[in-house]
């Protein structure tokens, strides 16, 4: 009965139009008021302890790192580098999104951010180029969800938070998988392109790649500067944050000199509108996760899911199937806060390695950016391009689809993640 309250007052809210951390709101009085306990002063306090989190200070300024390389010229630059390396190759554009994706997720950790630049940047070049819009636009849509799995990632971040684990073995465990994701949609873009009859640009020279690799040089030190510095503990995932910032605003404004005094304002203030969203979510959501585990939610999760409890890669196929259907009718990051305190006392229970069940979740939430009906980044790239939604969805089918497959190849084999994070760990 108390699941039944909260899901239906949640789901009721989201219904009659509510907005997402408003119904978490209203679901956490629904669930204070079964319980009996409901007091306006706890509401309040755990809306505030919600947001008052130092990791969580990372999410601004990765949000102000991806929007300052975009006005700036650092994206750009990347995709001139992918260009000049893979842009010669049948279906070559799409290589470059693929490879810029990769590249630039390294830089900002969102997706909405990574997505509109490839959009802006590559989609008309395909489109003149004579590939088919549809699979253009669903192929850069599945490219841009790389983001969140790729560190830094502002995923991690607020599911480290969350779950409470560490942020930076969650940041070097994504550095393979999210290779891996972009390698699936390789192949998928590689079948869909050989059925095209389209003459690729011809090939740079050696002396227009190392023009470019000289151009990107700056760009390149951003992911360099965070993984390492991670690595060697220089400084912690929020410290990152602000360093990435700061190298993006100084690269920006004295080394390529694209970034005006004007745009600085600009570009504060629409970063400062994303945080705002997202924290006011953490803290709606942290209501609710108290109250979750005040109701001990967890305990009646962990016996309705006591058949796949004995066989840790069936559980793991369940839990991934719940979060893929609940991805197609919810945002990112209001799953994460909702799912993770529901579902980490199980997977704990069953003893599968926390890190490597975040990776996953965060694979299954990012690709749920490109399922319809909500699929954020879907509206993105059709905003972008200027194209109908169906039209985009149509599109990203079977890229979504070889990325499923790798996740659930991850599921199978879990020294996929296991194995390269422990490397990085030790190394």
């Known amino acids: 009965m108390t699941v039944f309250i909260f899901l239906g007052a949640l789901l009721a809210a989201m219904f009659i139009g509510v907005p997402i951390a408003y119904a978490l709101l209203l679901s956490g009085v629904a669930l204070m008021w079964h319980l009996d306990m409901f007091d306006a002063q706890i509401l309040a306090q755990n809306v505030i302890n919600g947001a008052d989190s130092f990791p969580l200070l990372a999410v601004p300024f990765f949000m102000l790192a991806g929007e300052i390389m975009n006005v700036g010229g650092l994206s750009r630059r990347i995709v001139n580098l992918a260009l000049t390396l893979v842009g010669h190759v049948r279906g070559g554009l799409g290589f470059v999104a693929i490879v810029a994706a990769c590249m630039l997720a390294a830089l900002s950790g969102s997706a909405v951010a990574d997505t509109a630049a490839l959009a802006s940047l590559l989609l008309p070049m395909m489109k003149r180029a004579g590939h088919d819009p549809a699979k253009s636009a669903g192929l850069i849509a599945s490219a841009g969800i790389i983001a969140p799995v790729i560190p830094p990632s502002i995923g991690f971040v607020i599911f480290g938070v969350a779950a409470n684990l560490s942020i930076s073995k969650l940041f070097l465990a994504g550095i393979v998988p999210g290779l891996l994701m ?20 011809p090939k740079a020279s050696l002396t227009d790649r190392l023009k470019a690799l000289r151009d990107a040089g700056w760009a390149l030190g951003l992911p360099l500067i965070v993984v390492v510095g991670l690595k060697m503990g220089v400084f912690t995932p929020t410290e990152a944050a602000v360093v990435a910032a700061v190298y993006a605003l100084l690269v920006s404004t004295l080394v390529y000199r694209e970034m005006r005094l004007h745009q600085v304002r600009e570009v504060l203030v629409s970063a400062a509108k994303t945080t705002a969203v997202i924290m006011f979510l953490v803290a709606a959501a942290m209501v609710s996760a108290w109250l979750i585990t005040v ?57 599968i390695d926390p890190i490597y069940f975040g990776v996953l979740f965060i694979i299954n939430n990012a690709i749920g950016l490109i399922t319809p009906p909500v699929g954020t980044v879907l509206n993105v790239v059709a905003g972008v391009g200027k194209m109908k939604m169906d039209q985009v969805t149509r599109g990203v089918l079977p890229f979504m689809t070889a990325q499923f497959i790798v996740m659930f190849l991850m599921v199978i084999f879990p020294q996929i993640v296991t194995v390269p994070a422990q490397w990085f760990a030790t190394r």
Do not use: C, Y
């Open 295 to 351: 109701a001990d939610i967890p305990s009646k999760m962990i016996a309705l899911l006591e058949p796949f409890m004995g066989n840790q890669t069936l559980l793991l196929i369940a839990i991934m199937l719940l979060v893929m259907a609940v991805g197609t009718a919810m945002d990112m990051t209001p799953t994460i806060l909702i799912m993770t305190p529901v579902l980490m006392p199980v997977v704990k229970a069953a003893g």
């Open 182 to 201: 972009g390698l699936s949609i390789a192949v998928a873009w590689w079948w869909v392109a050989k059925r095209e009859r389209i003459v690729p640009p």
